[in-house]
């Protein structure tokens, strides 16, 4: 199954091993990491806790719900009202009235000002330079790609690629207006932003798709090219004259010694009668 419930010393596990892709440079400029490191962080994790049963697939979703929670709780620190307690490790909030408008604002919730949130700092340096900065911080917007996939089904290929459209909020009104600013200052940018975001990631996939093809094209022809020569081998011979017995034990030589064969096709055809009965004696 994709789900599976996380430990505290999972998850703080996983972070870490995340952080150590970021310092091998398996983080694109998109910020997402490149293909295949979602397979490397589930082996990290089956070695460090050898009775687990994590998968790539739950390392990518494991991943996503820490990006949505800390983007979550970043856009919130970009908006005045709210605040980061350094001794209780969260998000405190000024009034009652701020936290009601930033829901309206803001209505799929990751994170609750007040609840411990330890791993943010660390989150920071892997996810921090995925999102927007200063008083139109958008981040929130990618928090709630679930929401807009409910709602809009339209480039459906770029869902492979872990991307959705922007969500449309709804504005408050009332005390809590200071909210409503930093979630609409920050829309045309944040549409901006995944745009170029999708665009990256399809050319980096391109391009490896791409390299991907050109080696298999050249094991290919590698292969033919072996097969042909080893079919050619038997005709060859019994060209030259060589019965079926001596075509057998020159053709098992040959396949124990690849140079022996390699010098065989190097040579003229006058040639190889004379080198292939100084192999059989």
Request: charge should be positive.
């Given at each position: 199954m994709d789900k599976r419930m996380w430990i505290d010393e999972e998850t703080e596990a996983f972070v870490g091993f995340m952080e150590e892709c970021v310092v091998d440079g398996l983080k694109a400029d998109c910020g997402q990491f490149r293909p295949g490191t979602f397979e490397k962080l589930a082996l990290k994790m089956l070695e460090a806790f050898p009775?687990?049963?994590v998968?790539?697939?739950?390392?990518?979703?494991k991943h996503k719900r820490l990006k949505e929670?800390?983007?979550?709780?970043?856009?919130?620190?970009?908006?005045?009202?709210?605040?980061?307690n350094s001794e209780k490790q969260c998000i405190d909030v000024d009034s009652g009235?701020?936290?009601?408008?930033?829901?309206?604002?803001?209505?799929t919730k990751f994170y609750t000002p007040g609840k411990p949130f330890p791993l943010f700092h660390r989150l920071e340096g892997i996810f921090g330079k995925d999102r927007a900065t200063g008083a139109g911080a958008v981040s929130g917007f990618d928090a709630q790609e679930q929401v807009q996939e409910e709602e809009e089904n339209h480039c459906p290929s770029l869902d492979d690629f872990g991307m959705s459209a922007n969500v449309s909020f709804h504005e408050g009104q009332g005390a809590g207006s200071h909210s409503d600013a930093c979630a609409a200052s920050g829309r045309?940018?944040?549409?901006k932003r995944k745009q170029n975001d999708i665009l990256e990631r399809m050319v980096e996939q391109v391009q490896f798709s791409t390299a991907e093809q050109g080696r298999n094209a050249q094991v290919l022809a590698d292969a033919?090219?072996?097969v042909n020569e080893k079919f050619m081998v038997g005709e060859k011979l019994e060209q030259l004259g060589f019965d079926n017995d001596e075509v057998v034990q020159v053709a098992v030589k040959f396949a124990n010694n690849a140079q022996m064969e390699k010098v065989f096709w190097g040579l003229k055809d006058s040639?190889?009668?004379g080198y292939v009965r100084s192999i059989l004696n």
């Open positions: 009775t687990c049963t998968t790539a697939k739950h390392c990518k979703n929670k800390y983007q979550y709780a970043s856009e919130m620190l970009a908006c005045s009202g709210f605040g980061w009235d701020v936290l009601d408008a930033w829901m309206k604002a803001h209505p045309h940018s944040g549409k033919i090219s072996g040639q190889k009668s």
